[in-house]
Nanobody, 123 residues
Framework: VQLQASGGGSVQAGGSLRLSCAAS????????VGWFRQAPGNEREFVVS????????YYADSVKGRFTCSRDNAGNTVYLEMNSLKPEDTAVYYC?????????????????WGQGTLVTVSS
């Protein structure tokens, strides 16, 4: 499975961005797709996951109510709508695909990773 993340950019606090993650290859083996982010000097942290078949989502508390994850199965694309952005949301955002779903909040669960897209939120 190959993943291509896009849509990052620079916005002011309170603004919005929409990230996309396009999947190709053997997507039939994908159980879920997750978004993670990594700020400079920090570890990569979980943002949200979405199961491919049911669309069930799990959000990190830090983004709950501001971010919305959805998927387009026909287009093999997962979207991350980010609203009310804060400077602390600044990070490189990665999408990843998992073949199973034991612990979708853990980056160790994911088998394939995209290259990341940078989101910068200024105050």
């Amino acid at each position: 499975v190959q993943l291509q993340a896009s849509g990052g950019g620079s916005v002011q606090a309170g603004g919005s961005l929409r990230l996309s993650c396009a999947a190709s290859g053997r997507t039939s083996s994908t159980y879920a797709v997750g978004w993670f982010r990594q700020a400079p000097g920090n570890e990569r942290e979980f943002v949200v996951s979405i199961t491919w078949s049911s669309g069930r989502t799990y959000y990190a508390d830090s983004v709950k109510g501001r971010f919305t994850c959805s998927r387009d199965n026909a287009g093999n694309t997962v979207y991350l709508e980010m609203n009310s952005l804060k400077p602390e949301d600044t990070a490189v955002y990665y999408c990843a695909a998992a073949k199973s779903g034991w612990n979708l909040r853990s980056r160790n669960e994911y088998d394939y990773w995209g290259q990341g897209t940078l989101v910068t939120v200024s105050s």
